[in-house]
């Protein structure tokens, strides 16, 4: 029962890193900014691991960052991250850009991850539970290091339709289910296959 608990603690943890994300809007972008320019500094930014300007371009606020763990973390998943821009549509205050994403299938990563956590939370069952679970935790996020950095990890491509409103003549992106699994490669999916664990 304790093991499940700490993977699912670690699974929460990743899941975490790449929320802190998707939820904090720090700032806002300049009026001069269209809604495929928001787009392309948004992935930027991505790409760059600036956390804090990627932030800004969306809708949803929560003025915490994380801490430097987890956007060194951010920026590994992001890095090798690609898009294309298919097609836009803008009406006067919302905006839809069709965009293709490819990055890391974090679905198959995670998986993978999970086998061996769970063999070393099994190893390590009835020793201390904070230690372990701290070892838990470094482990999660040392292989997920490792393998988002390996050259021959699988990607995954998604195409979504990245919706924007425009606020205060400020297009932001508003980052629904569809655009956070696209850019977390698959990642949503895996943890809803987790649900029954």
Not at 132 to 157: A, G, H, M, W, Y
Not at 169 to 185: C, K, M, P, S, V
């Amino acid at each position: 029962m304790k093991i499940r608990a700490m993977i699912k603690q670690g699974a929460g943890l990743t899941i975490a890193f790449l929320m802190v994300l998707t939820l904090m809007a720090c700032g806002g972008t300049s009026s001069d900014n269209g809604p495929k320019t928001v787009v392309k500094d948004f992935f930027q930014a991505l790409k760059d691991g600036d956390v804090k300007t990627a932030s800004s371009y969306l809708v949803e606020s929560d003025d915490t960052l994380g801490d430097e763990k987890q956007e060194e973390m951010l920026k590994t998943l992001f890095e090798n991250l690609t898009y294309e821009i298919q097609s836009s549509d803008v009406k006067e205050d919302t905006a839809v850009i069709k965009t293709k994403i490819t990055t890391v299938d974090l679905g198959i990563v995670f998986q993978d991850i999970l086998a061996e956590v769970m063999t070393k939370a099994l190893e390590m069952a009835g020793n201390d539970e904070e230690s372990s679970q701290q070892e838990i935790e470094q482990l999660f996020v040392d292989l997920l290091n490792e393998k988002t950095k390996d050259p021959d990890v699988e990607k995954v491509t998604n195409e979504v339709e990245i919706k924007l409103v425009k606020k205060e003549n400020q297009w932001l992106i508003e980052g629904d289910d569809a655009f956070i699994n696209a850019i977390t490669g698959n990642l949503m999916e895996a943890m809803q296959g987790l649900g029954g664990m």
